[in-house]
T-cell receptor, first 112, second 114 residues
Framework: GDSVTQMEGPVTLSEEAFLTINCTYT??????LFWYVQYPGEGLQLLLK?????DKGSNKGFEATYRKETTSFHLEKGSVQVSDSAVYFC???????????FGIGTKLQVIP | DGGITQSPKYLFRKEGQNVTLSCEQN?????MYWYRQDPGQGLRLIYY???????QKGDIAEGYSVSREKKESFPLTVTSAQKNPTAFYLC?????????????FGPGTRLTVL
C-alpha cells in the first residue's frame, strides 16, 4: 500500500538556520505530493504541493521538489524563524483513490 | 469568509456515553473527511464522504458512525464501542476526490474520556 516516511523529530534549529525535513514515499502511479503545517492546538494548513515529477512547490520561503527518481519530496527553507515552529506533515494523494496518506509529522522547534 | 468549523473545541465524556462532534463547511466542497490524530501516529482516516447521503469507512472506522444529510455538514459520533476515544479529531473537506485536490482542515476537537 501507499506510505509516507518522515522523521518524527523534534528537529531543533537556531533562528536563521537552514531547514531540511526529509520525506520519501511509496505509491503506485503518479501521486500528488503535499506538505501541511500544524501550529499548536490547531488544524492542518496546506503549505505547498506538487502534482507531477520535477514540479517545485513553494510558499512562505519553503520549497519542495517532486523527485520521482528518488521518490522524495524534501521540504527546505533557507532561514527559519521562531514563528516556523510547528509540526510538518508530508502527504500523498493517488489518482482514483479517495484517501490521502500522511506521514507521522516532524516537529520543528526554532530557538532564538 | 469560507472555511470549516468544528465544535466544540474541547469535549469531555464519561465512559459508556456516545458523543457527537460537529463539522460544518461553507466552501461548497463535495468531499468531507474525519481523521483521528494521536501522538507519534500522524493522521488516520476514520470515515469519508464524496457526496450527500453516501460515505465510506476509512482505516479505523470501528466504534464511530457518521451521517451526510447535507452537503455542508458531516457529524461524527464516537460511540461507547470505541475502546480508546481520547484523541484530537480533525475534519477536512475538498472540492472533489481527485488526485490534485487539496484538503482543507478545521481547527479540531480534542476529546477526553474521563
Amino acid at each position: 500500500g501507499d506510505s509516507v516516511t518522515q522523521m518524527e523529530g523534534p528537529v531543533t534549529l537556531s533562528e536563521e538556520a537552514f531547514l531540511t525535513i526529509n520525506c520519501t514515499y511509496t505509491a503506485t502511479g503518479y501521486p500528488s505530493l503535499f506538505w501541511y503545517v500544524q501550529y499548536p492546538g490547531e488544524g492542518l494548513q496546506l503549505l505547498l504541493k506538487a502534482t507531477k515529477a520535477d514540479d517545485k512547490g513553494s510558499n512562505k520561503g519553503f520549497e519542495a521538489t517532486y523527485r520521482k527518481e528518488t521518490t522524495s519530496f524534501h521540504l527546505e527553507k533557507g532561514s527559519v524563524q521562531v514563528s516556523d515552529s510547528a509540526v510538518y506533515f508530508c502527504a500523498l494523494r493517488r489518482a482514483g483513490y479517495q484517501k490521502v496518506t500522511f506521514g507521522i509529522g516532524t516537529k520543528l522547534q526554532v530557538i532564538p | 469568509d469560507g472555511g470549516i468549523t468544528q465544535s466544540p473545541k474541547y469535549l469531555f465524556r464519561k465512559e459508556g456515553q456516545n458523543v457527537t462532534l460537529s463539522c460544518e463547511q461553507n466552501l461548497n466542497h463535495d468531499a468531507m473527511y474525519w481523521y483521528r490524530q494521536d501522538p507519534g501516529q500522524g493522521l488516520r482516516l476514520i470515515y469519508y464522504s464524496q457526496i450527500v447521503n453516501d460515505f465510506q469507512k476509512g482505516d479505523i472506522a470501528e466504534g464511530y458512525s457518521v451521517s451526510r444529510e447535507k452537503k455542508e455538514s458531516f457529524p461524527l459520533t464516537v460511540t461507547s464501542a470505541q475502546k480508546n476515544p481520547t484523541a484530537f479529531y480533525l475534519c477536512a473537506s475538498s472540492i472533489a476526490s481527485g488526485r490534485t485536490d487539496t484538503q482543507y482542515f478545521g481547527p479540531g476537537t480534542r476529546l477526553t474520556v474521563l
